[in-house]
């Protein structure tokens, strides 16, 4: 954006700052990455924007994917040419949203970090799935990013179908907020834009086509990201977003915009699982049985709700397989980090055979 931004509206804060100071990187220029591509990162600070590239060290060091720098971090840079920086330091976390990265087993897709609300944005028309927003949420819960749950393109349908959808969610989605907002005639769009707060960071989470971009367009005031017209044919926006990007909002709040996700692999959510699943985490402490496996053992008190329709049948099938998926990621976790520990080890034994065959 071309107007002049303070650090702290970039999101900067004192525990940032403390840290600066104790790991001794105050020499260096505070930015946050706004951009990513490939290795190269578009990193802006309160009177600039720099092309940054991470400094050889750093990149040579980095264990996985965590070391690395995403849309979203704070990172101490140092200028080498104009508009040119070098990145030598990032900074902690507060939270990371990720998901499994699609077709790598027991990999990391980062999505955004120092995240504070995920608006998580469900379209009305034939992408409306309940249990894809169970999914978003639980990352969210597992990631301690507020989620704020938007129903987009409502003038697709009437009114009655509207408080349907509404319900559907409502029933099985507890303590979230929930606007139904219409991308035409920008109904639910001041509501949207009350809970978008100064210094914060938000970032839209949501399938191709569910209108993303279009919000992003309306709340920035003109259109900055490339929107397509919906297909009759498939009823639904085509993918337009390319990459994550980091904006600066007039009214101070910061949104990341990212590409669509047809797959929502889920990693280690144990905690975001509890949260998103409170229901039926607590009801699973009054089974008769400490082991039990909620399939047919008498004294099962989640059995015992799914008859008497006190939790949902579909809501509970979606945790089940968000669990499986779940512990299969960590035991996938698990092998891989004993493969890369075994395959260490021999070659370390190889360049040890290697050293007494020399003398």
């Known amino acids: 954006m071309t107007f002049a931004l303070t650090l702290e509206e970039l999101g900067y804060n004192d525990t940032l700052e ?3 100071k104790e790991q001794n990187i105050d020499s260096f220029l505070v930015g946050r990455v706004t951009l990513e591509h490939k290795d190269r990162y578009i990193v802006k600070t309160d009177n600039n924007e720099f092309d940054a590239e991470l400094i050889g060290n750093l990149r040579f060091t980095a264990e996985n994917r965590y070391d690395l720098p995403a849309v979203g971090d704070w990172v101490a840079i140092s200028e080498y040419d104009a508009g040119k920086a070098l990145i030598h330091a990032i900074y902690p976390r507060h939270s990371i949203i990720e998901r499994q990265a699609v077709g790598k087993q027991a990999q990391v897709q980062i999505i955004a970090t120092n995240i504070d609300y995920g608006l998580i944005v469900q379209s009305v028309n034939r992408d409306f799935n309940t249990n894809r927003l169970e999914r978003y949420l639980t990352i969210c819960n597992a990631s301690n990013v507020a989620p704020i749950v938007i129903l987009s393109k409502i003038d697709l349908v009437d009114g009655v179908t509207l408080n349907t959808l509404l319900d559907t969610i ?4 507890k303590n979230v907020p929930i606007i139904a907002m219409s991308n035409q005639s920008k109904i639910g769009l001041d509501k949207i834009k009350a809970l978008i707060h100064k210094g914060k960071t938000y970032c839209l989470l949501g399938s191709s086509g569910t209108g993303k971009s279009t919000l992003l367009n309306l709340l920035i005031g003109k259109e900055v990201m490339n929107t397509d017209a919906i297909s009759k044919r498939i009823d639904r926006g085509k993918h337009v977003t390319t990459h994550r990007e980091l904006i600066v909002l007039e009214n101070g709040g910061i949104l990341i915009d990212n590409p669509g996700m047809r797959e929502v692999g889920i990693t280690k ?11 039926i985490i607590e009801l699973s402490q009054n089974c008769k049985f400490k082991n039990c496996t909620h399939t047919n053992e008498k004294g099962c008190a989640i ?3 799914l008859e008497n329709g006190d939790i949902d049948s579909d809501s509970y099938a979606n945790f089940q397989k968000m669990e499986k998926e779940r512990v299969f990621f960590e035991s996938s976790v698990e092998e891989k980090r004993k493969k890369d520990k075994d395959f260490g080890k021999m070659v370390k ?3 040890k055979q290697r050293k007494r065959d020399k003398y």
Not at 170 to 173: C, E, L, P, S
């Open 18 to 20: 403390a840290y600066r």
């Open 170 to 173: 409502k029933k099985r989605i």
């Open 269 to 279: 959510v144990s905690e975001g699982l509890e949260m998103t699943f409170d229901g």
């Open 303 to 305: 059995l015992n709700a």
């Open 349 to 351: 034994n190889i360049k």
